[in-house]
């Protein structure tokens, strides 16, 4: 036995009575295609329901599952206190699902929890379900930082330890999507928003999974949607695997976009595997870029692998040309894996002998030092896009209507502390956002009186 059905739910507290208090009226369409959920785990009668919440303890870089024998929690926080859960959980599962995700290296288990309590987005569904069916065990897990590729392939493991435990499986991938739909909404409106909540919506009522990965992070953020790596989570729970997929409803009457669609999954599909499909695609992507990629960029990866497998730094290759041992600036070093930044470290002015020296030691540092992540591991390497970004002069300027975001980085300097901020950088829209990013860089606070400077790169991809 293995997951036998999925759904994809939101999770306005609103939709409860206790807390709508007659507002949840004006989404009467999601109610009613709750209730459809509800009906249908309720014939489908599983041993345990798997929940995942962009509400459930969270980190950076660790997939957190819920620990213990089980958990409490109630709506309190939504003035509806009365609102009570108590839940067991399917400890068997989840100690099989630590398990192999220590055992493989994963960044997922049950360490870290704070704080016990059921979040909004796991109680919501277990409102509507508990009101029909009680005969379950639950298994709650968070999202995390990571890629979506990351959270696909949690989903996968998801799927294996269930299936070595035989277990009759419903999961649920609790997740609203955009919360900038409309002017009047709370969150306000943003034009990223309907065009997330119909391009989302369109992949998975097609269950058109591998399309999940195409939705770019700045894209997302911008639309403020809090679901999409819990789709994306469900999906990989459903890889290899043929899905009936049929759509139940789609409201944006919030200014939130609440989407519900059900996946039933039928016979092995190899067609289905969509993440090995990503991954065969990523790598030919990236071995045609390294073979047109110039010589700085050559340099910069020779480098970057060069210490991943060795430990130390790369002597200067003979092939290096004569125009990169000339000049003399600063550089910086930019690895991505998977479209989402992995390292970024480089220099203002030059510190080294020469322009090759300063890529090659500042390769190593975006591999290897940069404070916002792991050190680059070497089964990484072949995922990794590499550019390298060559500084020219800073130049003092009066004001920041001198500067153009896609054209100039930005220096702003308050005494000793200094924060640099390159140009024509995915989701950086304006030069407030700039100035503001390249202060917190710095560690300069709002209101100190700061100098600026601008300068021009040259991009080598």
Known sequence: ??????????????????????SEKQIAKTIKAYEKVADEITELKPE??????????????????????????SFAEFGAPQVKFD????????????????????PAGTLGE?????????????????????AFKLVRTGLSGYDLLKHYEYGMMIRDAVEELDRKVVYVASGDLSHKLQEYGPYGFAEEGPVYDK?????????????????????????????HKSFVI??????????????????????????????????????????????????????????????????????????VKNSEIMPLPDWVPDEVLSKKAGVFVSIHKFGGLRGCIGTI???????????????????????????????????????VDVLGEAEKISSPSDLDVK????????????????????????VEQQISIAKRKGGIYPGEKVELFRFEVVRHY
């Open 234 to 307: 469900m999906a990989g729970a459903l890889d290899g695997r043929a899905v009936e997929a049929v759509q139940y409803s789609h409201e944006d009457v919030t200014g939130v976009g609440y989407g519900i669609c059900s996946f039933i999954p039928n016979e092995e599909d190899k067609n289905r595997c969509f993440l090995d499909v990503r991954l065969k695609s990523v790598q030919a992507d990236l071995e045609q870029k390294r073979r047109e990629s110039d010589a700085y960029v050559k340099l910069a990866r020779a480098s970057a692998e060069y210490f």
């Open 48 to 73: 345990t329901i798997i929940v995942s919440s962009p509400h459930s303890v969270m980190y950076s870089d660790y997939f957190h599952i819920s620990p213990g024998s089980g958990a409490v929690g």
């Open 407 to 430: 054209r100039y980085g930005v220096i702003v300097q308050s005494g000793y502390k200094r924060g640099l901020l390159l140009p024509d950088l995915d989701g950086v829209d304006t």
């Open 87 to 106: 839940v067991e959980y399917d400890e068997e599962l989840v100690k099989l699902l630590a398990g192999k995700a220590e055992k493989i290296g994963f």
């Open 1 to 22: 036995m293995s997951i036998i059905a999925a759904f994809m739910v939101p999770h306005p507290p609103m939709i409860v009575p206790e807390v709508g208090r007659g």
């Open 199 to 227: 391009r989302i919506m369109d992949v998975c009522s097609g269950a058109r999974f591998g399309e999940l990965f195409d939705f770019d992070e700045n894209f997302c953020e911008k639309a403020a949607e809090c679901g």
């Open 114 to 134: 704070k704080n016990s309590s059921l979040d909004h987005g796991t109680m919501v569904p277990l409102w509507f379900i508990l009101n029909k069916y009680k």
């Open 349 to 387: 002015a030059s510190t080294q002998k020469n322009l090759a020296l300063e890529i090659i030691q500042n390769a190593v540092s975006a591999v290897s030092k940069d404070p916002r992540f792991e050190p680059v591991a070497e089964d990484e390497l072949k995922y990794l896009d590499i550019n």
